[in-house]
């Protein structure tokens, strides 16, 4: 939808300083409403420089681009642009309305001093991490060929008002070019997510989504940052490796959340994943897709009470409908390939999926706190 400059401006009080909810390199976002106040927007004002000597799009223009092809509920989707000719008459400046997400971001949610609420119980970051590997996955499938977002992180993870946990800013995303054409355009992500193995145009691809999205899902289990300066190692891929491995998942988790018996082995299950998903061999990493059915698996099992307190949207109950529909088709068994870690001291495993995390225990009703 095209919008004027105008009523952006308005929306915004003028781009005034107290609408301004973030700023970067790139530019500034505001919050906007529009439809006569009804609806919450966020209007990205870039300060783009000179067009790239690789003949590489603006970031706004490759944004506006992506988020013109491709629309689905786990992703913060467009609601309009605005373009009109610069007051110096050089060149256009542009504006990029989208859907406006009022809970902030995991990053905050996570790494806030102090935090903001309670920590995540388990349930529910179990669902986050499926609600952003949902997103990634539209992206990978995407027609005509596969969009890599290349900036999974956690500060791009947000929540919209009923906590359905989005993927947003595809300021450096990019489709897969198609081969010999050389239309790759230079690597580009955050240190800490950014894939080791993308080293190079030619090395695009949706692994380099599947590393940083592992990341993210080390960061959702641990609530560590992906670089910890006073960590040795500061990597969260390098200090957490290791231990999974080693079968001592359970440090790795946030110690706040109390971890035992099914939610244990549940959340060993999420280790293995995350640790398939940072290997350093590209060949050995799940595809999104194996991404997503391992963690509705999971989600799955956790589904052994009527309601469900943080199932409130469509989004999520899209995905809840498919949980109970596979639910009922196996009854108790598992619907995904096994991917196990141990996560207690006392149990067996072997490298990449083997036995499973311990544990008797009475299970707790984790499944109605809203976090």
């Given at each position: ?9 308005a ?14 390199s ?8 529009l ?14 420089g ?33 373009c ?6 050089q ?31 388990w ?18 499938e995407?027609?005509?060929r ?31 070019a ?6 790759a ?27 940083s ?6 960061e ?16 969260v ?26 939610m ?7 280790l ?19 991404v ?22 469509e ?12 639910w ?14 141990k996560v ?7 490298d ?17 706190d809203?976090?």
């Amino acid at each position: 939808m095209e919008l004027s400059y105008e009523e952006i401006k308005a929306s915004t009080n003028g781009f005034s300083l107290q609408q301004l909810i973030g700023k970067g390199s790139h530019g500034r976002v505001y919050r906007g409403t529009l439809d006569r106040g009804k609806r919450a927007v966020a209007v990205k004002k870039p300060t783009e420089g000179p067009r790239s000597t690789t003949g590489e799009p603006p970031k706004l223009d490759n944004e506006i681009d992506i988020l013109l092809s491709i629309r689905n509920p786990n992703l913060v989707n467009l609601v309009g642009t605005c373009c009109r000719d610069n007051a110096d008459g050089q060149g256009k400046e542009k504006l990029l309305v989208t859907e406006f997400m009022p809970n902030g971001s995991l990053h905050s949610l996570l790494h806030s001093s102090p935090p903001p609420r309670p920590p995540p119980s388990w349930p529910r970051r179990m669902l986050i991490a499926l609600q952003v590997a949902l997103a990634a996955l539209s992206l990978h499938e995407a027609e005509p060929r596969p969009i890599v977002h290349r900036d999974i992180k956690s500060a791009n993870v947000l929540f919209d008002r009923r906590w359905n946990a989005r993927l947003g800013d595809f300021s450096l995303a990019a489709r897969v070019a198609e081969r010999g054409s050389g239309a790759a355009p230079a690597p580009a992500g955050t240190l800490g997510y950014l894939d080791p193995r993308y080293t190079t145009p030619e090395r695009l691809g949706p692994e380099n989504d599947v590393f940083s999205f592992g990341v993210v899902l080390l960061e959702l289990l641990s609530s560590t940052r992906a670089m910890e300066t006073d960590r040795e190692p500061a990597s969260v891929v390098a200090w957490a490796v290791p231990m999974i491995r080693g079968g001592r998942g359970a440090s790795v988790c946030d110690c706040r959340v109390e971890l035992r018996g099914k939610m244990g082995r549940l959340v060993g299950r999420v280790l293995a994943v995350a640790e398939r998903c940072v290997s350093g061999r590209e060949e050995r990493r799940p595809t999104m897709a194996e991404v997503v059915g391992e963690l509705r698996g999971v989600v799955e099992c956790l589904w052994w009470r009527p309601t469900w307190g943080c199932l409130r949207s469509e989004a999520s109950a899209s995905v809840l409908h498919q949980c109970i529909r596979a639910w009922k088709r196996c009854n108790k068994k598992r619907v995904t390939k096994k991917i196990v870690c141990k996560v207690d001291s006392g149990s067996s495993d072997d490298d990449g999926g083997g036995g499973g995390g311990g544990g008797g225990g009475v299970e707790r009703n984790e499944l109605h706190d809203e976090f």
